[in-house]
């Protein structure tokens, strides 16, 4: 916006002053010029009207006025005469020009032809730029016995026009610096709030609902500030009341499940059952599990939201505890029929701080997760890197991926993929997203080249814990 606002405001305002100083060069040429031109055609409407009238009666008469003229010109050292014949010719010249040379401009030809005082300028044949007027010279029977023709030198006037635009140029550079700086200054007191009001909503987008901007202006975007605020105050409130009621409903639920999976996981080997009736408890059994699962998982979740999420840190060996997972889980997944492929690493890796239980809790998450929505795939690799700084933990199942445009989303609480065929919370990989970031890593999800999604966990060997 920034940008955007400088380019186009200074740019018409460049445009602007630029056709200014084109304006005025064009207007102060054409002043200066028209000024020469109209001194030099008074000057020589005046010369031929006192040769016509008392002195030029014949040819002979005309040459030995012209020459008498040329001697007594006072102007001689700021202006050039000469006395052309009708076939232009010079006759008589105050510059010594050779006599029977031609000027080579147009403008004698078209004084005697239109038998009026006509102006030229141009470069004349040393390269010089120059301004010529020439006026016929009429005897009293209405010939034309010759041409008078004065010739002066641009060469001050075209540095007076240069010094006159140069100086405007100056005075539009201070203009445009002016405009620049004013510009500057607008921008400045716009985008500065603007930019503080966005940080601010992309904290609340980001979920630090409740937070408030300073309120130092009141214009519109104090008006702004405030609808933001009061709006960041509504969602937090709404949060809160999201927070407590699965909070509660998770708490109510607790009892009720673990008295329904208990009572199931007795009956499903009573043996007066009947095939029929074993099968519906062990439905029941599952069912209870599951909803158990997912209860537990939004009861982790509030306590990440209400600041009680709690780690017991102390030096782990980070391979002997995802190998003790992949153990606790590889059982299960060969009943669905799903081969989990690990290598073990074989370069001794260093300790790293962290909370074994819970790294244990996002690990089988992530195997979960893999299980449930790469079924189709039928395996699941883990792997181990040394990445120096991080030790990197890898999880990839074999199924369709996710879509590119949900990756961003998918570790979102509560967010589900198109993709997804499995019932749940939707809330597994924002509880791991959490965990890894409490030991100061990050989960990343990526789909593989080939097919499926790749889950990589990056612990720090060191870092800063941001719970105790």
């Known amino acids: ?37 109209g001194g030099l055609e008074a000057k020589a409407k005046t010369a031929v009207d006192f040769f016509a009238n008392y002195i030029t009666k014949t040819s002979a008469e005309f040459y030995t006025s012209a020459y008498r003229y040329t001697q007594t010109f006072e102007d001689s050292g700021r202006l050039l005469l000469q006395f052309l014949g009708t076939d232009g010719r010079v006759i008589v010249s105050t510059s010594g ?12 030809a078209e004084s005697i032809s239109r038998r009026s005082i006509t102006t030229w300028d141009g470069e004349n044949t040393t390269g010089e730029h120059v301004m010529s007027v020439s006026a016929p010279i009429v005897n009293s029977d209405d010939t034309i016995v010759g041409v008078m023709r004065y010739v002066t ?57 409740g937070i408030q901007i300073d309120k130092t202006y009141h214009d519109e975007m104090g008006e702004m500030v405030s609808s933001i605020n009061e709006m960041s105050m509504k969602i937090a409130q709404s949060d809160k009341v999201q927070t407590e009621f699965v909070s509660s409903v998770s708490h109510e639920l607790r009892t009720p499940l673990t008295a329904i999976t208990g009572w199931s996981e007795t009956l499903i080997y009573n043996d007066q059952l009947d095939e029929e009736s074993r099968r519906g408890v062990g439905i029941i059994l599952k069912e209870a599990r599951r909803l158990t699962k997912m209860v537990e998982e939004l009861l982790e979740f509030t306590r990440i939201e209400d600041g009680r999420f709690t780690l017991k840190i102390e030096q782990i060996d980070i391979v002997a505890e995802l190998e003790d997972s992949i153990f606790t889980y590889q059982e299960l997944l060969k009943q669905d029929d799903i081969d989990l492929e690990y290598e073990p690493y074989l370069e001794e890796l260093p300790l790293i701080p962290g909370d074994a239980n819970r790294l244990k809790q996002v690990f089988l998450n992530l195997f979960d997760n893999a299980a ?59 509880v791991c997203d959490e965990i890894v970031k409490y030991h100061g890593g990050t989960l990343t999800l990526e789909n593989a080249p080939d097919g499926g999604l790749n889950a990589i966990v990056r612990l720090p060997v060191s870092s800063d814990i941001r719970a105790e």
């Open 153 to 209: 030198s641009l060469k001050t006037v075209d540095r007076q026009i240069m010094m006159a635009t140069a100086a405007m140029m100056g005075i539009a550079a201070l203009v445009a610096a002016g405009i620049i700086l004013l510009c500057m200054m607008v921008v400045h007191s716009i985008i500065e709030p603007v930019g503080e009001i966005t940080s601010a909503a992309k904290r609340i987008a980001e979920g630090s609902y």
């Open 1 to 37: 916006m920034r940008q955007r606002w400088l380019r186009n405001s200074i740019l018409i305002s460049l445009v602007i002053l630029l056709a200014l100083v084109i304006t005025f060069s064009v207007v102060i040429s054409n002043y200066f010029y028209s000024t020469v031109r």
């Open 97 to 108: 020009i050779t006599a029977g040379s031609t000027p080579g401009t147009p403008d004698v």
């Open 372 to 430: 449930k929505y790469g079924r189709e795939g039928k395996k699941i690799s883990v792997t181990v890197n040394n990445e120096g700084d991080y030790i990197a933990i890898g999880v990839r199942d074999y199924g369709p991926g996710i879509a590119e445009d949900e990756l961003e989303h998918v570790k979102k609480k509560f967010y589900k993929g198109s993709n997804s065929k499995e019932r749940g919370s939707g809330i597994g990989l924002a």
